[in-house]
């Protein structure tokens, strides 16, 4: 009996398409699309949990057992030909364009690939995932399968023991689980949604979702009634349309909302056919072409699209498309020269399985290498005081931080009413610590800086959104900061922090109610500003910190290997023209902002560059980096940036703040 339904490829295309795209990352007239894309891999969880489970139990009712060798060959045919291939052609990649600490972190997710853990993996990495930055890690896409195999190491032991012990209440226990899973998975979201992102039981009912189907199809056939195989599968086309176009990253996914589009999927498989519109519409040869190669699709897109960002930061939308492009070319060619012969029932399959285990023993051992020797940092040239590992600086500043700011009680130490708290996230924080570096400033002054740890048992940066009042109900939050000593102690609040960039993680900080809607900077600000004018306390505004356009990385890592001596002149020069041109129209409004309240402020932009030199300092003499990232500074950075702050007559600035001149 043929049992082939080609319009399941053609599910799979819409899966993977809207994955790429979604990775791609494509501005249409200024607007992002497909933002809700990212539901194309929970597409294809009930996809595979229905072909599998189909697969699993057709197999117990002919034989009464399962096979488990067999079935853990079938997926390694089916899984790590590919994965394999895709690792051994990024490897060299990975070699010319990532630096140390990035290439040890991409051994490790290889590591963690081949024995699908990524999922776990990234989670501890603490990769958000959607972030910016997490579209440079070659191997994030990794998690899936992650999640896909560790349901398969559980579910078909447990579908064995209620076939053999409980088979009348199989489909009961299958809708149980699901329930179950589904509970967790709601329940998570609200308490660590990025832990509940890569949860593999926050998942499961996913795949359950597939299971069940596939069980009802094979005890009860497929549902014939005209109406419903016409209308149903159209409705559940548009409800996974309406989703992936829908969604975004602020919807608290997976939960019950994502309710919506497996629904979808689960009415398309359930009901759809060759012969009603949507089966006809799915059946199309370029649909099932998309879905035949939607496996090597969905591995070549991710690394590729990496690749391409760190090797340019700058990439157009033209250029998106021609990635795109490229994974459909690697795609099919891989798909007709690896995955189909694997696949194949060859007579060679112990030579097959042997040179699996071989590539497999490679693909370990060089990432093991990599790990080992710390990324092989004799690839970079050796220079004076200028630190390759980023994660190292990172840790370094956060060091300091705690030195100066984890004890709340040590923010003030002399109740001598010269006492100035610096709020903001981490922007703010590296402000405080310029500060605390002036001895212009400390001289005078008491300067703490407020962590959200310090109002709450969670760690984090205060988000001036938090203050906004027409998106969020945080009362709470504002009675613990309003009534912190820090605050009650402080004559002069300095307001700094990066404008407009909360995440679902940071918004959680405010509060644990707080709604998904994005608060503004800009609102929270004037919020603010108010009340600590009421309080009777002096407030003064600084502006959003000079960022850069880049992979994530500094520019003058970026531009390392363009130099055979390192000169700080020209790195410099260079970190001028990668400044955010649209940090400049933020500011305006930043000022407008403290003008229209009568209070100081001070613009960042001329201590981090030198705009009529056309120079912002990403170096300082001695060639030690000033930046880890887009815009936060080292130690070093930290040092140099309190002397360019004193130069400029920032301590003079403060002083008439805080007594109001």
């Not at 139990?57 to 045919?77: H, I």
């Not at 996230?425 to 310029?434: D, I, K, T, Y």
């Not at 919020?527 to 309080?535: C, F, G, H, P, S």
């Amino acid at each position: 009996m043929n049992t082939y339904r080609p319009e399941i490829d053609g599910l799979r295309a819409i899966a993977v398409v809207s994955v790429i795209l979604y990775h791609a990352k494509l501005s249409i007239f200024d607007v992002i699309w497909f933002e809700g894309g990212y539901l194309g891999v929970d597409v294809f969880f009930v996809i595979s949990g229905y072909l599998i489970t189909k697969i699993l139990v057709s197999e117990l009712d002919d034989q009464g057992y399962l096979n488990f060798a067999n079935f853990y060959q079938r997926r390694a045919k089916r899984i790590l030909p590919m994965l394999l291939t895709m690792m051994l052609v990024s490897f060299p990649f990975a070699w010319a364009l990532l630096l140390p600490t990035d290439l040890v972190e991409y051994a490790q997710s290889g590591l963690s690939a081949i024995f699908f853990g990524s999922n776990f993996f990234f989670y501890f990495a603490t990769t958000e995932y959607g972030a910016v930055s997490s579209l440079l890690k070659p191997f994030l896409h990794t998690w899936s399968l992650g999640i896909e195999e560790q349901f398969y190491l559980v579910f078909p032991v447990i579908l064995m023991l209620v076939y053999r012990y409980a088979r009348a209440h199989l489909l009961a226990v299958l809708g149980f689980l699901l329930v179950t899973s589904l509970l967790l998975s709601q329940s998570m979201e609200s308490r660590n949604a990025d832990l509940n992102f890569y949860l593999p039981f926050s998942r499961f009912w996913e795949l359950l979702a597939g299971s069940l189907l596939a069980v009802v199809g094979l005890r009860y056939g497929h549902l014939k009634h005209p109406l419903a195989t016409n209308l149903l599968p159209l409705v559940g086309l548009f409800l996974v349309g309406y989703s992936i176009t829908v969604f975004d990253g602020q919807t608290p996914h997976p939960g019950l909302i994502t309710l919506l589009p497996i629904l979808g999927v689960s009415l398309i498989i359930a009901f759809s056919t060759t012969h009603d519109l949507t089966g006809r519409l799915l059946s199309t040869r370029p649909m099932v072409g998309l879905g035949l190669i939607s496996y090597s699709a969905y591995l070549w897109h991710f690394p590729l699209f990496a690749f391409c960002r760190i090797y340019d930061p700058h990439a157009s939308e033209l250029d998106k498309l021609w990635w795109i492009v490229a994974t459909l070319v690697l795609s099919t060619a891989s798909y007709y020269l690896i995955e189909k012969p694997f696949r194949r029932k060859l007579p060679i399959r112990y030579a097959a399985a042997s040179f699996i285990m071989v590539v497999a023993s490679a693909v370990v051992a060089v990432n093991v290498a990599v790990i080992v020797n710390d990324g092989f940092k004799e690839r970079y040239p050796s220079v004076d005081n200028y630190e390759l590992d980023n994660q190292a600086l990172r840790k370094q500043r956060g060091e300091l931080s705690n030195q100066l700011f984890l004890d709340p009680t040590s923010h003030y130490p002399n109740a001598d009413g010269s006492n100035i708290l610096v709020v903001g996230n981490s922007h703010g924080e590296q402000l405080a610590m310029v500060m605390r570096h002036t001895d212009a400033i400390m001289g005078q002054f008491q300067v703490g800086w407020l962590r959200y740890r310090n109002l709450a048992s969670t760690n984090g940066y205060m988000q001036l959104s938090c203050f906004d009042h027409t998106v969020t109900d945080i009362t709470q939050m504002d009675e613990r900061f309003f009534t912190s000593d820090l605050y009650q102690g402080a004559h002069l609040v300095v307001i700094a922090t990066r404008y407009n960039t909360m995440t679902s993680r940071t918004k959680m900080l405010c509060e644990s109610k707080v709604k998904r809607t994005v608060g503004s900077d800009l609102v929270g600000t004037a919020n603010l500003i108010k009340r600590v004018l009421a309080d009777g306390k002096r407030v003064a505004v600084v502006g959003n910190s000079v960022e850069f356009e880049t992979s994530g990385k500094p520019i003058s890592d970026e531009l390392l290997n363009q130099y055979d001596v390192l000169d700080v002149g020209e790195i410099n020069r260079a970190h001028y023209s990668y400044r955010k041109e649209d940090v400049f129209e933020l500011n305006k409004q930043v000022r407008e902002i403290a003008e229209a309240a009568n209070v100081p402020y001070w613009s960042l932009t001329q201590t981090l560059c030198d705009v009529e030199g056309e120079v912002c300092f990403g170096l300082d003499d001695d060639g030690n980096k000033l930046f880890y990232d887009y815009g936060h500074f080292t130690v070093p950075g930290i040092k140099f940036y309190a002397g360019r702050l004193h130069e400029q007559g920032f301590s003079a600035w403060l002083e008439r703040a805080f007594h109001g001149r």
